[in-house]
């Protein structure tokens, strides 16, 4: 297979906000020039098709019955095969807090399997971008599903075993930066360049800008796992809110927070939200779907079974956008939030040619990787030589 050719025409989407048509020359994996509509091609969308950059989901706990936690490297393939579906074409591996050893052994084992996918060559589905920690330390009056006999002290030693474990893919780890020592660990964090993102915490307004000081930069599940929005006694979000260096993560399924609260919301930050799943497989006993969410067996929210694509379509209702403006917090945020913006998120010659076809009615279409098309209409998207 050639991995030279021409995409389009069709409409694009470049994760800007904007909203062009053109055709994207490929190139080795990347894109290499963005072409006027008229001219040849070698793969054409069908009519009133968008392509746009790939979806990346920050916080997700595994794919289809396939949890990080519990199936390990296993749930890699599984979740990369996923998410493709879903018009990602990158995800963040979440490993919730469990016994200490437990979590080491299974950051082990999911960047071992991220690795030999990509040693595989030719890209079967999303790519695994790293690990996300969540846990374990948390404030156990927010831990919600998270286990209180498993939640531990903060140390640098932890911190170091997480880093060391995970093989350098350690890319975000969610604290409550109340907690005793994590004031340490988000400065060793954020130096090693992690993501320190706030969550399962009880703290207020005045603590969220200390832990932005320290250098948390993102809140995980914004409104879940937190105090409420006081107009009193300001919780931790508000800060984050009121910060413009720092994003805030959105469970946008109209179950995690309300349709007129995510409205409330966007029209506050904009384009510092970043969609994010949560996705939790309701895999063994104890946990199943209900009332649009997966929650425990005592009725607890587990997490989500929001899928990104889902997420984007939410998001233009619920805020009413179009899809051009809604797809950024799918995409180039999220990109930016783990220091990827020169490679993901948006459409630029340079950039990987990770990208998503998506249909007049806003379905995905096709997911294409690294400029090879591993999900949809892949006859569409194999072309045998470029036509520049």
Not at 97 to 114: D, Q
Not at 137 to 164: D, G, S, Y
Not at 298 to 322: E, F, H, K, W
């Amino acid at each position: 297979m050639s991995d030279t050719y021409i995409l389009g025409p069709a409409r694009i989407a470049p994760g800007d906000g904007t909203l062009t048509h053109g055709r994207i020359a490929i190139e080795r994996g990347r894109i290499a020039r963005i072409l006027s509509e008229e001219g040849p091609t070698d793969s054409r969308p069908p009519d009133g098709a968008i392509i746009a950059p790939g979806l990346i989901d920050v916080h997700t706990n595994g794919a289809d019955e396939f949890l990080f936690n519990r199936d390990q490297g296993h749930a890699v393939e599984v979740a990369s095969r996923a998410y493709a579906r879903q018009g990602a074409t990158g995800f963040v591996a979440g490993i919730i807090t469990a016994p200490w050893e437990s979590m080491l052994h299974a950051g082990s084992e999911v960047s071992e399997a991220a690795i030999e996918l990509v040693e595989k060559g030719d890209p079967i589905g999303a790519r695994c971008l790293g690990i996300h920690f969540e846990g374990p330390f948390l404030n156990p009056k927010f831990r919600r599903v998270h286990r209180a006999e498993w939640i531990v002290a903060a140390t640098k030693e932890r911190a170091q075993e997480m880093i060391e474990a995970c093989r350098g893919a350690l890319v975000m780890v969610t604290m409550a930066p109340e907690m005793e020592g994590v004031d340490e660990l988000a400065r060793f964090f954020h130096d090693q360049g992690i993501v320190c993102s706030a969550g399962h915490t009880a703290a207020r307004y005045r603590e969220g800008v200390l832990a932005i000081g320290l250098g948390f930069r993102t809140v995980t599940h914004a409104f879940n796992a937190m105090p409420p929005l006081d107009h009193r006694d300001p919780s931790i979000l508000a800060a984050f809110i009121q910060e413009s260096r720092t994003t805030v993560q959105l469970i946008c399924d109209g179950y995690h927070v309300s349709p007129p609260m995510v409205d409330l919301l966007y029209r506050t930050l904009r384009e510092r939200v970043v969609l994010a799943t949560d996705n939790m497989p309701p895999a063994g006993s104890g946990y199943r779907i209900e009332g649009g969410v997966v929650r425990s067996e005592d009725g607890t929210i587990a997490g989500s079974a929001l899928l990104m694509d889902q997420a984007v379509r939410n998001l233009m209702m619920y805020a009413d956008i179009p899809f051009e403006t809604a797809v950024i917090s799918a995409t180039r945020t999220p990109a930016q939030l783990l220091g990827l913006e020169r490679e993901l998120g948006t459409i630029e010659p340079g950039k990987r040619a990770d990208l998503s076809v998506w249909s007049d009615e806003y379905q995905v279409l096709s997911t294409i990787v690294g400029g090879i098309a591993v999900y949809g209409a892949a006859h569409l998207y194999r072309p045998s030589r470029a036509r520049a």
